[in-house]
């Protein structure tokens, strides 16, 4: 059996200025998503890397703004209510994938009005970039010791302290999982599928899809926020919750891609 390696989640600290693991992971995926952008572009007759330098700005606004936003909405509404300014407290943790889509998509919506682009080409060329960040942000929750999954006395159990039990147990490293499934995995689909021309808006549509799926099964590894905790039985977290419109979202942009496309020219 695995133990955890307790790690530092500072990875520098220059007097009183500390550099998180967490923090950069997020750099290390917005520095992956610019050059697999740029390399992208090169083949492209619409992008160029000016346009990629942009929209990477565009999307990292509505990936921080969003993603804290729809933690406090969705996850610590009541903490919200009670303190408004918890809001702007980040130093505190607490983002949401969810959130950070719908700013993503905000962000999106804005850079391809102001190019003068359809959302939809928009929105494919983005999605294969994001993987990899989703899989540096899981790699930074396992780095912080957060989000372990259930306990099990599977091979795949890991040995970590709890806390609220005051004992070493085994648990899901259900972190990685989501590195694995969430960045890995999702990214070697979406670049495969997007590497030859599909219609307008079935790339994001695959990336919806398959995200909701991903996170699913996720989910059923992976223990529920404490002051929250199952929504329904032993099973429905507020992760499958929120990932099942994502699901029928995507399904339903892919369908209507292909039958838009059949009846063009």
Known sequence: ???????????????????????????????????????????????????????????????VLGGRIGYALFYDFAGLVANPLSLVMVWQGGMSFHGGLLGVTLAMWLFARKQGLSIFSVADFVAPLVTIGLGL????????????????????????YDPMLNEVVQKYPSQLLQAFLEGLVLFVLLWWYSSKPRPAGSVAGLFLAAYGVFRIVAEFFRVPDAHIGYLAGDWLTMGMLLSLPMIVIGVGLMVWAYKKAEKQP
Request: aromatic share 16%.
């Open 1 to 63: 059996m695995w133990s955890y390696p307790v790690i530092d989640p500072v990875a520098l600290a220059l007097g009183p200025i500390a550099i998180h693991w967490y923090g950069l992971m997020y750099v290390l995926g917005f520095g992956a998503a610019w050059l697999l952008g740029v390399y992208r572009a090169k083949s492209s007759p619409i992008w160029d890397k000016d346009k990629v330098g942009d929209l990477l700005f565009y999307s990292a606004l509505g990936v």
């Open 137 to 160: 942000g899981r790699i930074g929750n396992y780095i912080n010791g957060e989000l372990w999954g259930k306990i099990t006395d599977s091979p795949l159990g890991m040995w970590v």
